[in-house]
């Protein structure tokens, strides 16, 4: 299944989708980012050089898995996304880009029947999560409280296990070797769950 193909049967308002062939059956676990970079090949998938592996590569060797690609991440069942599919234009990322791109962040986990963990890396991805629960149960998955209060909490959507954790991408996180610890920590924790 091309991901950006079946996202863009939603229809697309020039957002960035990943054109990228996965088995969604294989997929066990999300890990939602922040936003898209301003350059496509900075992506996860954008290539071996993409900006966005520098950080996220060395989080899964921190938390010992042996994967030097984002193919072979993919081939343990991890998929990688963004919360929102436009460059940010500003220091934040304004609500009005996260309530864009959340149908179709939407349709993107429904696509996986088999994920037993989403992975929630950073504030932005947090948000749009409670987005998306608080419409279909009426309340937030997520509390809102700092990461570190609730990162070790078990916390549960349809059966799924959410994670919140830190951003896993910029290199503002080489330099915040607490919150590198602790997201490389979290995907230690997460690549356990999806094991079993």
């Known amino acids: 299944m091309n991901i950006k193909k079946e996202l863009e049967k939603a229809g697309n308002q020039d957002l960035r989708f990943h054109d990228i062939e996965v ?27 993409a900006a966005y592996l520098t950080t996220t590569i060395p989080l899964f060797q921190k938390a010992g ?13 991890i998929y990688l996304t963004n919360a929102v599919k436009t ?14 791109s959340l149908p179709f962040l939407e349709k993107e986990l429904s696509l996986f029947p088999n994920v037993k963990v989403i992975m929630l890396m950073g504030d932005v991805a947090k948000k749009a999560f409670n987005m998306i629960s608080k419409k279909a149960t009426g309340k937030n998955t997520v509390p809102s409280v700092s990461t570190y209060k609730i990162r070790s909490s078990e916390l549960y959507y349809n059966g799924i296990r959410i994670m919140p954790s830190y951003i896993m991408t910029g290199q ?8 590198f610890q602790m997201a490389a920590e979290d995907i ?8 079993n």
Request: proline content about 6%; overall charge negative.
């Open 65 to 77: 898995i042996e994967v030097s690609s984002v193919g072979e991440i993919l081939e343990r069942g």
């Open 23 to 49: 088995e969604p059956d294989k997929i066990l676990a999300v890990m939602i980012n922040e936003v898209v970079p301003a350059d496509p090949r900075d992506d996860f998938y954008g290539g071996d050089s």
């Open 87 to 100: 460059p940010k234009t500003d220091y934040a990322v304004e609500k009005e880009s996260i309530e864009k």
């Open 188 to 195: 230690g924790v997460m690549c356990e769950l999806i094991k």
């Open 172 to 179: 503002n996180l080489l330099i915040e070797k607490s919150k």
